[in-house]
């Protein structure tokens, strides 16, 4: 059926770096494109914010502007794992951070809408102090 498995969180201060990673199992993504989200706390599911996300072949990336510039997405189809670079962190950076797969394979670009996504993760807790 598939599994994505998100890691690589932690607390960190200000400024700092993460790289989160999101591990496939059970089948391949390489043919979807892959989307990461977050969901703040206090924030219901429905409510998980767009971060990042790229296509299947990794030529398209899409950012939110929260956090382009910043952050950096890419993926390595041959270990069907998708990595999120998160340099010069803030505390508004805070927040539960999920991966997922897109419902559409081999689209050409990306999406930002919750709904287009599944086979969500359990995700990986990102804390930024001040």
């Known amino acids: 059926q598939g599994q994505l498995v998100e890691s690589g969180g932690g607390l960190v201060q200000a400024g700092d770096s993460l790289r989160l990673s999101c591990a496939a199992s059970g089948r391949t993504f390489s043919n979807y494109a892959m989307g990461w989200f977050r969901q703040a706390p206090g924030k219901e599911r429905e409510e998980r914010e767009f971060v990042a996300a790229i296509n299947w072949s990794g030529g398209y990336r899409y950012y939110a502007d929260a956090v382009k510039g910043r952050f950096t997405i890419s993926r390595a189809n041959v270990k069907n794992t998708v990595y999120l670079q998160m340099n010069d962190l803030k505390p508004e950076d805070t927040a539960v951070y999920y991966c997922?797969?897109?419902?559409?394979?081999?689209?050409?670009?990306?999406?930002?809408?919750?709904?287009?996504?599944?086979?969500w993760g359990q995700g990986t807790q990102v804390t930024v102090s001040s």
């Open positions: 997922a797969a897109d419902i559409i394979p081999f689209r050409a670009t990306t999406t930002t809408q919750l709904r287009e996504y599944n086979f």
